[in-house]
C-alpha cells in the first residue's frame, strides 16, 4: 500500500485564486510528521511547511496552511491568492520511525500550473 | 552560510562505471539521506544514515551503496549493478530526533550515456 498518496498528476488555477492540493497518507505510528515542498523546474526542493500529528492547530505558514484531517489521514496544501511564481511540482512527504530510525517517504507529486 | 552541496552538478558515465556522487553538509545534522527522482516522479529513498560509521537500506538500495565516515559527508556510489541510473539524485540531511524539515541539496544529474 502506498503511505502518501497524492491523486493530482496536475492542477491549473487562475492567478489570485485558492487551490487546493490534496494528499492522503497511510501509517500505525501514532507519532509522525507531513510535510510539503514545492520544486521549481530547477530542481531544488523548497520546504513549505510542516504539521506534526499531535499538533492541535492546522499549520499555516504566510499563504500557505495545511489542512489536516487525522481521522481521514489527509493532509491537504491550501495555496491562497497564487501567484505566477507558484508554478511548480509540490510534493507531499510524511516522517515515521522505523526500527528506531526516522524514516520520510514522499509522494508522487501535483504539478500545479497557474494561469494568468 | 550553512548548507548542503552536492557535486558535480551533470555527471556523464560510460555504461558498466561505478560513479560516485559528493554530498557534504555544514549544519551539524546527524541525519543523512540519498533519494533518486527520475522524470516526472516524486522521491524515492535509497540509503539514509542517522549517525557516523551506519546507515540503512531504503526502498530501492540495490545497485546502490554508500559510506558515512564524517558526520559531514555522505558519499553515494551507484555501481554498474544499477540497471537504470540515469535519474536525478538528491541528498537531504537533518537533525536526529527532529520532526522539522529535511535540508535538500541542489541535486545531481547523472545521465549513463
Known amino acids: 500500500a502506498q503511505k502518501i498518496t497524492q491523486t493530482q498528476p496536475g492542477m491549473f488555477v487562475q492567478e489570485k485564486e485558492a487551490v487546493t492540493l490534496d494528499c492522503t497518507y497511510d501509517t500505525s505510528d501514532p507519532s509522525y510528521g507531513l510535510f510539503w515542498y514545492k520544486q521549481p523546474s530547477s530542481g531544488e526542493m523548497i520546504f513549505l511547511i510542516y504539521q506534526g500529528s499531535y499538533d492541535q492547530q492546522n499549520a499555516t505558514e504566510g499563504r500557505y496552511s495545511l489542512n489536516f484531517q487525522k481521522a481521514r489521514k489527509s493532509a491537504n496544501l491550501v495555496i491562497s491568492a497564487s501567484q505566477l511564481g507558484d508554478s511548480a511540482m509540490y510534493f507531499c512527504a510524511m516522517r515515521e520511525v522505523s526500527g528506531g530510525y526516522q524514516k520520510v517517504t514522499f509522494g508522487t507529486g501535483t504539478k500545479l500550473q497557474v494561469i494568468p | 552560510d550553512g548548507g548542503i552541496t552536492q557535486s558535480p552538478k551533470y555527471l556523464f558515465r560510460k555504461e558498466g562505471q561505478n560513479v560516485t556522487l559528493s554530498c557534504e553538509q555544514n549544519l551539524n545534522h546527524d541525519a543523512m539521506y540519498w533519494y533518486r527522482q527520475d522524470p516526472g516522479q516524486g522521491l524515492r529513498l535509497i540509503y539514509y544514515s542517522q549517525i557516523v560509521n551506519d546507515f540503512q537500506k531504503g526502498d530501492i538500495a540495490e545497485g546502490y551503496s554508500v559510506s558515512r565516515e564524517k558526520k559531514e559527508s555522505f558519499p553515494l556510489t551507484v555501481t554498474s549493478a544499477q540497471k537504470n541510473p540515469t535519474a536525478f539524485y538528491l541528498c537531504?540531511?537533518?537533525?536526529?530526533?527532529?520532526?522539522?524539515?529535511?535540508?535538500f541539496g541542489p541535486g545531481t544529474r547523472l545521465t549513463v550515456l
Open positions: 537531504a540531511s537533518t537533525r536526529r530526533g527532529s520532526y522539522n524539515e529535511q535540508f
